[in-house]
C-alpha cells in the first residue's frame, strides 16, 4: 500500500530522486553523504524506488555506494519492504528488463517470496513481461513453486491472464498437471475462462485433457458450464470424454451444464457425442431435469427435438423429483404453467397422480386447457392396457392410468368442480365416470345439475339415488324440474348420438355439422344448450388436506 501521498515527507531526498529516475542527483547525493540505507514508511529505500522506476543508471549508483560503504551489497539488494518486496520483484513487476539484469548480476535473490507468497517470475507472468519471464525462467526461476493463497503455480496464472505467449514459453520447463488446492489444472483454468489459444498450447504440449478437479468436474464440464463453444469443440476433438461423471452427488455430464443455462450450441455439440443413457438408463438423470430445473425452455425444446424422453427416468432416489413434468408444475409461474410445461405435455409426457393435482385443485383452468389441447380422452372400454397414448390430430391419447388416477383427483376436488367439470366434458370424458357418491354428496347444487344433463337420470343406481333424495330433503341441492320426469326422448336421443360418435368426437370435432339434421339442433346435440355452473370460492384446501383427500379417494374406481 502507497502510503507516499499522504507522508510524503517520509521519503527521503535521495528516494525521490531515484523515483524521478535523475542519475545526476542521485550520484551528487549520494556524495554530499546522503545515505543509501533510509527507508519511508513502507518500508522502501532508494534502491526499491529505483528499481520501480526503471532506472538502470540510478540502480547502479545505489548499488556501487552500498557496496562501497558497508561491503554487505548482498544484503542490500535483497532487502524487502514491509510486503515483502525485492528491488528485483518490483523491476520484475513492473517489467523493467535491464533493470532485472543488473540486479540478477548484483545476485538478487531470484525466487524471494514476498508477503503474499509471490516471487519475481510469478509477477512477470502477471503482467504479461514476456521477456523478463525468458529472463528469469533462464537464469534458474522456479517454475513449478504454488503462489498465492489458492497455490496457483505461474502456469495456471499466465493461463488465467490468457498471456498466450508467455505459456507457450513456460509448458517446455512446467509441469503440466501442476494443479492448485482445488485440485484445478492449468489446462482445466484455461477451460474455465474460455483462453482458447492458451488451450490449445496445453493440448498440443501433452497436458490431459480429461483431469478432474478435487469436485469431479472436468474441463469439458465447466467450459460447457460458461459457454465457451471454442474449447468446448478443442477439448471434443482432442478426446474429452463427455461420458465421464463430473458430480460426487448425482451422475451430472457435460451435457447438463449445457442445458441448465441454456448454451444452445454446444448442448446441440454434445447430445450428437453423449450417451443416451442419461436420458432413461437406472441411476441417471436426464439433462431434461436441469433444463427444466433452471427455467430454460429453450433447452427443452431442443432436447425434445432431439428424442430425448418427455417422461425421463423416475429420479425420486436420486434428486426427489418423479419426472420433468412434475418438476416443471412444481416450480412457481407467473402464468398458469411455465413454457417447459407446455413444451413436455406437448410432446406426450405422462401425468401422474400428484401432476393432476395442480390440474384440479384450483379454480384456474389454464393448465387444464393446455392439457386438453394436446391429450384427447378416448372412451373408457378402448382402453384396456397402459401403451404410449396413440396421437390423433397432434394429440396424444390419454392412458388408462392417466384416465384412473386423473378421475380420484377430480373426484377429490369437487369444491373446484364448476371450473373443471365442463372442460372435461366438452373435452370428451365420460360423465358417468363422475357418478361417485363422493362427487354428489359433496358438488355444489349447479355443479350437479350439469352433471346429471349429460346422463340418463332416470337410471341412476338406486344408492346415487338415495343420496339426491338426502340433498334434496336437506336443501343442499335444488334439482332442475324436469329431473322429477322421465328424460325427453330427444335427450335420450343426444345421449345414444354421443356414445355412438364418441365424446371426444362429438365435442371436439365438426362431426355433428355433417348428419343430416337441421342446423339449431347442432347446439343442442352437442350439449351446449346446458348452463355452466358459476364458481363460488370456498377456502382453498391446505396440504395436509390435499394428501389426505387424495389417500381417502385413492381407490375410487
Known sequence: MDFTECYGDTVSSLAAAARSSCGRRVRRLI?????????????????????????????REILT???????ESYDYVNSLTHEGESACYLAAQRGHLPVV??????????????NDLSCPLYAAVDNGHREVVEL????????????????????????????????????????????????????????QYGQKECLEILVNAGADVNTCSADLAT?????????????????????????????????????????????????RRLIAVTDRACDRGAAMVSPLYVAVQSDRSESVQLLLEEGFSPDAQDCTQTLDLRSPLSLALCRPARKPYSEST???VAAGARLREEDWFHVFSTDQTGLLQLLLRYKWIPP???????????????????????????????????????????????????????????????????????????????????????????????????????????????????LQLRDWLGP???????????????????????????????????RPPTVTERQQSTHQHRHVL
Open 380 to 494: 373408457p372400454h378402448t382402453l384396456t392396457s397402459d401403451p404410449p397414448g396413440a396421437a390423433r390430430h397432434g394429440r396424444t391419447a390419454v392412458t388408462l392410468r392417466e384416465l384412473r388416477e386423473m378421475i380420484c383427483v377430480a373426484l377429490s376436488q369437487p369444491q373446484f368442480a364448476a371450473s373443471w367439470l365442463p372442460l372435461l366434458l366438452q373435452a370428451g370424458l365420460e360423465p358417468t365416470l363422475l357418478l361417485h357418491p363422493h362427487m354428489l354428496e359433496q358438488a355444489d347444487g349447479d355443479v350437479l345439475n350439469y352433471l346429471l344433463e349429460f346422463v340418463n337420470w332416470w337410471t341412476l343406481p338406486p344408492a346415487l339415488k338415495l343420496i339426491l333424495d338426502r340433498r334434496r330433503s336437506d336443501k343442499t341441492w335444488e334439482q332442475c324440474p324436469h329431473f322429477d320426469s322421465a328424460p325427453r326422448l330427444s335427450h335420450l336421443c343426444r
Open 219 to 267: 474441463p469439458l464440464l465447466i467450459a460447457s458450464q460458461e459457454g465457451h463453444e471454442a474449447c468446448v469443440a478443442l477439448l471434443l476433438d482432442h478426446g474429452a470424454d463427455p461420458n465421464t461423471a463430473c458430480s460426487q452427488d448425482w451422475p451430472q455430464l457435460p451435457i447438463h451444464a449445457a442445458a441448465e443455462f441454456s448454451h444452445i450450441g454446444i448442448l
Open 31 to 59: 556524495r554530499s553523504g546522503c545515505s543509501v540505507e533510509s527507508r519511508d514508511n513502507r518500508g522502501w529505500s532508494p534502491l526499491h524506488e529505483a528499481a520501480a522506476a526503471g532506472s538502470r543508471d540510478c540502480v
Open 342 to 344: 407446455k413444451l413436455l
Open 65 to 71: 555506494a552500498a557496496g562501497a560503504s558497508s561491503g
Open 136 to 191: 528469469l525462467v533462464s537464469r534458474g526461476a522456479e517454475v513449478n513453486r504454488a503462489h498465492t493463497a489458492s497455490c496457483w503455480t505461474c502456469l495456471h496464472q499466465a493461463v488465467y491472464k490468457g498471456h498466450s505467449e508467455i505459456v507457450r514459453l513456460l509448458v517446455d520447463v512446467c509441469d503440466l498437471e501442476s494443479v492448485d488446492d482445488h485440485q484445478i489444472s492449468p489446462l482445466f483454468l484455461a477451460a
Open 504 to 538: 371426444d368426437r362429438l365435442m371436439r370435432t365438426d362431426a355433428v355439422r355433417q348428419l343430416p339434421v337441421p342446423s339449431p339442433l347442432h347446439h343442442f346435440l352437442t350439449f351446449r344448450d346446458i348452463p355452466e355452473a358459476s364458481y363460488t370460492h370456498p
Open 101 to 114: 539484469r543488473l540486479l540478477l548480476k548484483a545476485h538478487s535473490d531470484i525466487n524471494q517470496l514476498t
